[in-house]
């Protein structure tokens, strides 16, 4: 079985300590990422904008780019897992590529990454969201870093207290 | 100074071809030089499409051989100055002044998205006011790309508020974009004048963009970097020194733009002297080539340029004279001018917005001068309404593509998940050489 830990910047170094701490001795563990190819398809918009000015020097450059970076990190994330492990870098919608990636998986490690100041509402980002709402196997949902206390939760909407009691 | 309004004599003569004929030719010779521009079939330059348009109308008598060459012979100054900029740009680059300007931004962040996103705002206004929105999509991404990789930071709002700040910051100088360059000329005003009248709807422009680049991108730019001790972002005690000779030209040059308004010089020599001052320690250096210098200032693209104002001339003779001044209202007050401004945006993503500009000058430029600025303001934000920059550009290429079945563009496409990734503890020459593999879906 594999345990995929989806390793993303920011939050990556939470993910891969939690796939050190969680994932079975006996699984294989993937590190996964994945590019927005948004970031190319913006670089490649302006360029086309441009109608032919300097199309030969640029459009390779980004994705070079993008493909290097997805590698720095995950062979950064190797070495911090410090146990044998595969990567993959993927390109496209992120959240379901993600998704894809956990198919059939023993577990799929997610890091929270939205707002980080306060026990929720809202400690997920889009995708990660998306990818905690479509995951087709188990997840586990880690903070990156330092778990905020508990009093960082907001009080509960006023008048609707009463509700709750038995 | 700054030129005199485009000189255009509205005197009909009859050609070969005249009326409605005439009308519908010079629209299918556009369409055909615009659709030669997107597609560009094998790789052909863009020039391939409007150059041979431009004779053809001539050719058949839709626009007379005089007119034609006055087209020409008022353009060659600005086509000019648009080769000086690039050229300019290419060699401040040759200089390593983006290198530099990247590892700026890489050690001044220190791994904190939102410090990095400021310092790409500032950074990349300046670069696109005084070197062009070209400088900024071309040489200015990779190098903020890079430094994102390198800080460990979500590249996606730095390399979008690059592509978006090639649209906004262009609205400063007549030097940030072809199509305040074609203004310019039109408007009659002068170089400090221009910048004057445009300086708050740039800083305007600008304080919008970066208060919806902080909301949209909220959860991307709420992520530090890790520390470097906890895997964050490698130090790099080697940063290059910010090049000084290069930015002192800059800067001269760009106090020559201002000067050369009240001596009455065409600030076009002002851009070739900051040219050659560049050129030839580069040259001498070997840091650049006579090859260099000239594939950096575009011929093919300049062809491109004149061929595509020679046609849309003939088109405007033959009728659109005629429909242009019923989209745009014959006023200058506030109203008038808002209006002028949402045609321009539109058509500028329809169309691209140089065949929009030169469309839409001879009629804002009878206007008056904050016509021709109003005009200016829609067609170089309005690309930025679209989400992506120039979206309309690379969207009409992908439709086209994907109807021919090929790759639609350049764009990554997702790649397939088959085999589950590369075996052996992260090779990241190989995971590189994956994600290079791409499939289409």
Same mark, same amino acid.
């Given at each position: 079985m594999t345990t995929v830990a989806w390793v993303v910047e920011g939050t990556w170094t939470g993910c891969v300590d939690a796939a050190r701490a969680w994932a079975p001795a006996e699984d294989d563990v993937l590190l996964l990422h994945v590019t927005a190819a948004e970031v190319a398809?913006?670089?490649?918009?302006? %360029?086309?904008?441009?109608?032919?000015?300097?199309?030969?020097?640029?459009?390779?450059?980004?994705e070079q780019l993008t493909a290097q970076g997805a590698a720095d990190l995950l062979a950064a994330a190797v070495q911090r897992l410090g146990r044998p492990a595969r990567t993959e870098a993927r390109s496209g919608r992120v959240e379901r590529e993600v998704v894809a990636a956990a198919e059939g998986a023993r577990l799929l490690v997610v890091a929270r990454d939205g707002?980080?100041?306060?026990?929720?509402?809202?400690s997920l980002g889009a995708e990660t969201r998306f990818v905690v709402d479509h995951a087709p196997c188990p997840v586990l949902l880690v903070w990156p870093d330092?778990?905020?206390?508990?009093?960082?939760?907001?009080?509960?909407?006023?008048?609707?207290?009463?509700? %709750?009691?038995? | 100074?700054?030129?005199?309004?485009?000189?255009?004599?509205?005197?009909?003569?009859?050609?070969?071809?005249?009326?409605?004929?005439?009308?519908?030719?010079?629209?299918?010779?556009?369409?055909?030089?615009?659709? @030669?521009?997107?597609?560009?079939?094998?790789?052909?330059?863009?020039?391939?499409?409007?150059?041979?348009?431009?004779?053809?109308?001539?050719?058949?008598?839709?626009?007379?051989?005089?007119?034609?060459?006055? $087209?020409?012979?008022?353009?060659?100054?600005?086509?000019?100055?648009?080769?000086?900029?690039?050229?300019? &740009?290419?060699?401040? $680059?040759?200089?390593?002044?983006?290198?530099?300007?990247?590892?700026?931004?890489?050690?001044?962040?220190?791994?904190?998205?939102?410090?990095?996103?400021?310092?790409?705002?500032?950074?990349?206004?300046?670069?696109?006011?005084?070197?062009?929105? #070209?400088?900024?999509?071309?040489?200015?991404?990779?190098?903020?790309?890079?430094?994102?990789v390198?800080?460990r930071l979500r590249p996606k709002?730095?390399?979008?508020?690059?592509?978006?700040?090639?649209?906004?910051?262009?609205?400063?100088?007549?030097?940030?974009?072809?199509?305040?360059?074609?203004?310019?000329?039109?408007?009659?005003?002068?170089?400090?004048?221009?910048?004057?009248?445009?300086?708050?709807?740039?800083?305007?422009?600008?304080?919008?963009?970066?208060?919806?680049?902080?909301?949209?991108?909220?959860t991307d730019?709420?992520q530090?970097a890790a520390?470097?001790?906890a895997g964050g972002p490698a130090?790099? #005690?080697?940063?290059?020194?910010?090049?000084?000779?290069?930015?002192?030209?800059?800067?001269?040059?760009?106090?020559?733009?201002?000067?050369?308004?009240?001596?009455?010089?065409?600030?076009?020599?002002?851009?070739?002297?900051?040219?050659? &001052?560049?050129?030839?320690?580069?040259?001498?250096?070997?840091?650049?080539?006579?090859?260099?210098?000239?594939?950096?200032?575009?011929?093919?693209?300049?062809?491109?340029? @004149?061929?595509?104002?020679? @046609?849309?001339?003939?088109?405007? #003779?033959?009728?659109?004279?005629?429909?242009?001044?019923?989209?745009?209202?014959?006023?200058?007050?506030?109203? &008038?001018?808002?209006?002028?401004?949402?045609?321009?945006?539109?058509?500028?993503?329809?169309?691209?917005?140089?065949?929009?500009?030169?469309?839409?000058?001879?009629?804002?430029?009878?206007?008056?001068?904050?016509?021709?600025?109003?005009?200016?303001?829609?067609?170089?934000?309005?690309?930025?309404?679209?989400?992506?920059?120039?979206?309309?550009?690379?969207?009409?290429?992908?439709?086209?593509?994907?109807?021919?079945?090929? #790759?639609?563009?350049?764009?990554p496409a997702a790649r397939r998940p088959d085999g589950a990734g590369c075996a052996g503890g992260g090779d990241p020459g190989s995971v590189g050489r994956r994600e290079s593999d791409r499939s289409v879906r």
């Amino acid at each position: 079985m594999t345990t995929v830990a989806w390793v993303v910047e920011g939050t990556w170094t939470g993910c891969v300590d939690a796939a050190r701490a969680w994932a079975p001795a006996e699984d294989d563990v993937l590190l996964l990422h994945v590019t927005a190819a948004e970031v190319a398809e913006a670089a490649a918009g302006a %360029l086309a904008g441009l109608m032919g000015r300097g199309r030969a020097q640029h459009s390779p450059r980004v994705e070079q780019l993008t493909a290097q970076g997805a590698a720095d990190l995950l062979a950064a994330a190797v070495q911090r897992l410090g146990r044998p492990a595969r990567t993959e870098a993927r390109s496209g919608r992120v959240e379901r590529e993600v998704v894809a990636a956990a198919e059939g998986a023993r577990l799929l490690v997610v890091a929270r990454d939205g707002d980080r100041s306060r026990l929720g509402p809202r400690s997920l980002g889009a995708e990660t969201r998306f990818v905690v709402d479509h995951a087709p196997c188990p997840v586990l949902l880690v903070w990156p870093d330092d778990v905020p206390a508990l009093a960082s939760i907001p009080p509960p909407p006023w008048g609707q207290e009463p509700t %709750l009691r038995p | 100074m700054g030129g005199s309004p485009l000189p255009r004599s509205r005197k009909k003569e009859e050609g070969a071809v005249s009326g409605g004929l005439g009308e519908a030719l010079g629209v299918a010779l556009l369409a055909a030089s615009l659709a @030669v521009a997107v597609i560009r079939p094998r790789g052909l330059p863009e020039a391939t499409g409007a150059v041979p348009a431009a004779l053809l109308v001539v050719v058949l008598g839709v626009l007379p051989l005089t007119d034609a060459l006055d $087209e020409v012979r008022a353009l060659a100054p600005t086509v000019g100055f648009l080769a000086a900029v690039l050229v300019l &740009a290419d060699l401040c $680059e040759r200089e390593g002044l983006f290198t530099a300007a990247g590892a700026r931004l890489v050690s001044a962040s220190g791994g904190r998205p939102v410090p990095f996103l400021g310092q790409v705002f500032v950074l990349g206004s300046a670069v696109t006011a005084v070197l062009s929105l #070209d400088a900024t999509v071309v040489l200015l991404t990779p190098v903020v790309m890079d430094a994102a990789v390198r800080s460990r930071l979500r590249p996606k709002p730095p390399v979008y508020a690059c592509s978006h700040l090639a649209n906004t910051a262009s609205l400063l100088l007549p030097v940030s974009n072809l199509t305040n360059l074609l203004a310019f000329r039109a408007s009659g005003l002068s170089f400090v004048r221009f910048a004057a009248l445009m300086a708050t709807p740039w800083v305007v422009a600008l304080a919008v963009e970066y208060a919806v680049f902080r909301r949209f991108f909220a959860t991307d730019l709420r992520q530090p970097a890790a520390p470097a001790a906890a895997g964050g972002p490698a130090v790099d #005690d080697t940063e290059p020194r910010l090049p000084v000779y290069p930015v002192v030209v800059l800067v001269l040059t760009l106090a020559g733009f201002g000067a050369a308004s009240f001596v009455h010089l065409d600030p076009a020599v002002v851009a070739a002297i900051g040219v050659v &001052a560049l050129a030839v320690p580069a040259v001498r250096g070997r840091r650049a080539t006579p090859g260099s210098l000239l594939s950096a200032a575009a011929v093919p693209f300049l062809a491109f340029v @004149v061929g595509l104002a020679v @046609v849309v001339r003939a088109v405007q #003779d033959a009728g659109l004279s005629r429909l242009v001044p019923k989209l745009v209202p014959d006023a200058t007050t506030l109203p &008038a001018l808002l209006l002028v401004t949402v045609v321009a945006a539109v058509l500028a993503n329809l169309v691209n917005n140089l065949p929009a500009v030169l469309m839409l000058l001879p009629t804002v430029a009878a206007v008056g001068s904050p016509a021709v600025l109003a005009a200016l303001i829609g067609v170089n934000v309005g690309p930025n309404l679209t989400y992506v920059g120039s979206l309309a550009t690379l969207l009409w290429k992908r439709l086209l593509r994907a109807r021919r079945g090929g #790759d639609p563009g350049g764009v990554p496409a997702a790649r397939r998940p088959d085999g589950a990734g590369c075996a052996g503890g992260g090779d990241p020459g190989s995971v590189g050489r994956r994600e290079s593999d791409r499939s289409v879906r």
